[in-house]
Structure formats: C-alpha cells, structure tokens
C-alpha cells in the first residue's frame, strides 16, 4: 500500500492479463489459421506451435513474423521487469551490514536466477529462431522449460 496504489496495482494488472489474453488469441490464430493438407503427426511431445506450423500447406511467413514480434516483446518485457528487480534485490542486498546476510540473500537470489535463465534461455532457443533451423534438438529445450523449471 505505501509503495504502490491499489488502482495502480489493478491497472497492472489488467493490463498484464490483457495483453496475455490478446498474446493467446494471436499465436492461437496464427499458428492454426492456415489450411493442414493430409494426415500428418505433430513431431513433438505436445502441440507446440513451431511442429504445428510445420504441418501447414500454405505460407507461414506472415504468421512467423507476428509470432516472432510477440514473443519478443514478450520476451524483453519479462526480462526487463526480472532486470529491474534484481538491480533492486542486488542494491538492497549490498547495503546489508552482515557478510551472513548477504551470502543468504544471494543463494536465495541464485537459485531463482537460475531457475529463470533455464526458462527464458531454453524459451527464447525455442521461439526465436526460424522455423527452417528446428531440428531435434527442439524436443530437450521443451522438456527443460516444461518439467526441469
């Protein structure tokens, strides 16, 4: 309450969930919108939407691009937020007066970064490459931002 209003705070908010919601309908209709021809299987352990674009007759180029757009906005703006935050944690943790103290704080600090350079690293590998340099290789990122995280 003294660090934020709460109308600011339910501005954010709605604004964060309706920018996911609008996120999901986009990739929703870009990644499913084109024409499938024939019976084909989705090469991977869930629908994700890079096998599921493989399996499109027609261009995707344009559906790629928007995707590729939001996932780096997406992309920037979580890591931005996560940057800010740990320059705060990072000059709070140094104005403690205890060496204790601050060898806790960053093995709290640790693993939570880690935990979130596994998500975005393996994440951005996924989604922002083209879709022609997908290869096998594909099916371990999945699993490490899917379950390892």
């Not at 919108?33 to 674009?53: A, E, I, N, R």
């Not at 970064?113 to 990122?141: E, I």
Request: hydrophobic share 50%.
């Amino acid at each position: 309450v003294t660090i934020i209003s709460s109308r600011v705070c339910w501005q954010l908010v709605a604004s964060s969930y309706l920018f996911a919601f609008l996120s999901a309908i986009i990739y929703t209709w870009c990644t499913f919108g084109g024409s499938f021809c024939g019976l084909k299987q989705v090469d991977h352990f869930f629908c994700d939407m890079v096998p599921v674009l493989k399996l499109v007759c027609s261009d995707t180029h344009s559906s790629e691009m928007v995707i590729f757009a939001f996932v780096t906005i997406n992309a920037v703006g979580a890591n931005v937020v996560i940057f800010l935050s740990y320059i705060s944690i990072l000059c709070t943790v140094l104005s403690m007066c205890s060496a204790q103290s601050r060898a806790r704080a960053f093995q709290t600090c640790a693993s939570h970064l880690m935990a979130v350079a596994l998500f975005f690293g393996t994440g951005l590998f996924m989604y922002l490459q083209p879709p022609s340099s997908h290869k096998s290789l594909d099916k371990v990122a999945s699993i490490i931002y899917t379950v390892v995280t």
